[in-house]
Nanobody
Framework: VQLQASGGGLVQAGGSLRLTCVVS????????MGWYRQAPGKQRELVAT???????EYLDSVKGRFTISRNYARNRVYLQMNSLQPQDTAVYYC???????????????WGEGTQVTVSS
């Protein structure tokens, strides 16, 4: 199983980026897909999560600016980030919660991360 995140980069404050995570390989019983981020010197935090089924939830500071979505058929999850601010600077990681076998529901799968840098 491999999660490949892309779409990060350097952007000015107020700009937008769209992150894409492509899931390769078999993950059974996917029940949550999400994005996390980790800024230098800080702990990793949940940015957006999409329970399956269910409604998306967001970190308070990104509500109204970020949107998580997925393409189930193509095994992709996206994070549209608008009105970016310098405090959004971090490495962003995609996460899938599911199973390694048909009877497993409790494994976490992580991508390597993509750097997002927002300049003021």
């Amino acid at each position: 199983v491999q999660l490949q995140a892309s779409g990060g980069g350097l952007v000015q404050a107020g700009g937008s980026l769209r992150l894409t995570c492509v899931v390769s390989g078999s993950i059974f019983n996917i029940n949550v897909m999400g994005w996390y981020r980790q800024a230098p010197g800080k702990q990793r935090e949940l940015v957006a999560t999409m329970p399956i089924p269910g409604s998306a939830e967001y970190l308070d500071s990104v509500k109204g600016r970020f949107t998580i979505s997925r393409n189930y058929a193509r095994n992709r999850v996206y994070l549209q980030m608008n009105s970016l601010q310098p405090q959004d600077t971090a490495v962003y990681y995609c996460n899938v919660h599911g199973g390694r076998t048909p009877s497993d529901y409790g494994a976490d799968f992580w991508g390597e991360g993509t750097q997002v840098t927002v300049s003021s």
